[in-house]
């Protein structure tokens, strides 16, 4: 059984999971208006990847005799300068949620909670993918200066996402490159 103040902050962080799908949905209509298929497709598949996490802990908590309790989803913002400084944006808020895992890995342990540490280990890693992921889109971005030919080019790389599937045995399986 997990504690009431695991379970809460728990909770907390599923907010912010919540959020991550809210805000990749927003830059997804911003990078459709620019013209950016490839990036709003990349959006849209980062966006339901985030529902995925989601999944993964209100199923934890229920494995636990707690209970998933949702609270209100934030105002994403709706406008950026430019395709780097949506990434820019991305990789800051992936830190932010890097650095909400390792909060809750740190309570766990002040809780004695293996259990629960087990399951974040998923996590933790996760992170690393996902910071790194962002890192190379931007970082090449950097490359082509943000614009033209090489815009476009990664544009299309990144419409060849592939979206994450589920399997009933080894649950959700993200496909995150
Ligand atoms: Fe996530
Ligand atoms: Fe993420």
């Known amino acids: 059984m997990i504690t009431q103040d ?18 990749y949905l927003s830059m997804a209509a911003w990078a459709d208006h620019q013209g950016l298929r490839g990036f709003s497709h990349w959006m ?3 966006a339901m990847e985030e529902l995925t996490h989601v999944s993964r802990f209100f199923d934890f908590l229920t494995d636990r005799d707690g209970r998933a309790r949702l609270s209100a989803i934030a105002e994403p913002p709706h406008d950026w300068d430019s395709a780097t400084a949506l990434m820019e944006d991305t990789y ?5 949620v890097s650095k909400g895992i390792n909060e809750l890995v740190s309570l766990c342990r002040e809780h004695s909670d293996h259990a629960a540490g087990a399951f974040l280990d998923w ?3 996760e992170q690393v993918e996902e910071e790194a992921n962002v ?16 815009l476009l080019m990664i544009d299309q790389e990144l419409g060849a996402r592939a979206l994450p599937s589920y399997d009933p045995t080894l649950g959700w399986i993200g496909n995150t490159r």
């Open 123 to 125: 996590f933790v890693k």
């Open 6 to 23: 695991l379970e809460n902050k728990f909770n907390q962080h599923i907010n912010k999971e919540i959020y991550s799908s809210y805000l």
């Open 44 to 46: 849209r598949v980062q």
């Open 135 to 150: 890192k190379d889109i931007l970082d090449r971005l950097r490359i082509v200066k943000g614009e033209g030919q090489g």
């Open 92 to 96: 800051q808020h992936e830190l932010e």
